[in-house]
């Protein structure tokens, strides 16, 4: 039997490097001929799956600030004139402990950072995957980030008297192209905006969200009135506390679906083209939400294109029914019924589940 393992992370608990490798290391040893390939959909990472396919990409490693603006390592990759930016390695949830989430102040200067640090190496056409941030800032912190780093790359350490004005024609100078890696259709402001639907989750709290969502409206107002056009009502805009919005607006950025983006980087067809048996994929929790756009349906478009069988593993399953009316061709929950959430989260066991999950001599 022929495999190809294509897990995202387990959230909280294995990366999709981990949990792709675990699950086709077990596959080879127990006689079958499993493909590693690890995937994400834009969020978190993105770059260690990217990394374990690309082949002449150089992983550049830089200090930035955190959400919370404390100095950590972010890291991106770097191929001559191309970037692949990961939003979540400067502003990330995962790089909070929920006792530290603060939304109302959590901001996306690391990001900025980021970006600068690639553009002072020659990258001039970056990807950005957006996805679990701890931000709803806008991105006014990214773009305040990027603003410092630039003047601070000319021998000007205080730019508080500067203006986006400042700045703005330098970065156009650069012709930049930004795409954007993001499966959310979400604009940036009202009931289906940033901070309404992805605030609670950031820590927010009822009265947060509604400071944030004027918030987000005013940002927009301003930028329209500076630029003449507004982008907040676009699908996507709201992705990742509202940067989507401020690369579109102040970038043109082109929005594409991360996970489908992600799968022509690595050359998913080119290996379904190699006709494996069977494709397995997996997230941490399946459930309908899957079917909106997740990498794991995507997966299986692309394997029933190919008449792949393609089968979803996950730590946790809810609207299974519904799961396999969508093509899969068997959804299977990786942890035996009444085991502890405590227990399936521990790496090692979620490890061993996997290895346990597909036995290819049945």
């Not at 040893?29 to 690309?54: H, K, Q, T």
């Not at 521990?346 to 036995?359: D, G, V």
Request: hydrophobic fraction near 40%.
């Amino acid at each position: 039997m022929k495999y190809i393992v294509a897990l995202d992370s387990f959230k909280g608990c294995l990366t999709s490097v981990e949990a792709s490798e675990a699950l086709a290391q077990s596959l080879n040893r127990n006689g079958a001929e499993a493909l590693c390939v690890p995937v994400s959909d834009g969020g978190d990472g993105m770059i260690d799956a990217l990394e374990y396919s690309l082949k002449g990409w150089e992983r550049v490693t830089c200090h930035v600030h955190d959400a919370l603006m404390r100095m950590c390592l972010a890291s991106y990759l770097l191929n001559g004139r191309q970037a692949i930016v990961e939003s979540a390695q400067a502003c990330g949830l995962i790089k909070l402990k929920d006792e530290t989430l603060r939304p109302l102040l959590a901001t996306s200067y690391g990001l900025g950072e980021l970006m600068m640090d690639a553009i002072n190496k020659g990258a001039r056409e970056i990807v950005v995957g957006l996805g679990g941030t701890a931000t709803s800032d806008c991105g006014l912190g990214m773009l305040k980030g990027m603003k410092d780093a630039l003047f601070r790359s000319r021998g000007v350490f205080d730019s508080r008297f500067k203006t986006w004005d400042d700045v703005a024609p330098d970065l156009d100078s650069l012709n930049l192209k930004i795409t954007l890696a993001s499966d959310v259709t979400n604009p940036l402001y009202g009931p289906q905006g940033a901070a309404a639907v992805f605030g609670p989750q950031k820590g927010a709290t009822a009265s947060d969200v509604l400071l944030l969502d004027r918030k987000a409206r005013s940002f927009a107002t301003m930028s329209a009135c500076h630029f003449g056009y507004d982008r907040s009502a676009e699908p996507g805009a709201g992705a990742a506390g509202g940067l989507g919005y401020a690369f579109m607006q102040y970038f043109n950025a082109d929005v594409q679906s991360g996970a489908e983006l992600i799968l022509k980087r690595i050359g998913f067809d080119d290996l379904l083209s190699q006709s494996p048996d069977m494709v397995i994929t997996g997230e941490g929790k399946s459930d309908r939400q899957t079917l909106m756009g997740k990498i794991p349906y995507i997966i299986l478009k692309h394997c029933k294109r190919k008449g792949i069988k393609c089968i979803l593993l996950a730590g946790k399953v809810e609207d299974k029914d519904e799961l396999e009316r969508s093509g899969f061709d068997e959804v299977k929950c990786i942890n035996p019924e009444g085991m502890s959430l405590e227990e399936a989260m521990k790496p090692e066991t979620a490890k061993r589940q996997l290895s346990l999950a597909i036995n290819p001599r049945e």
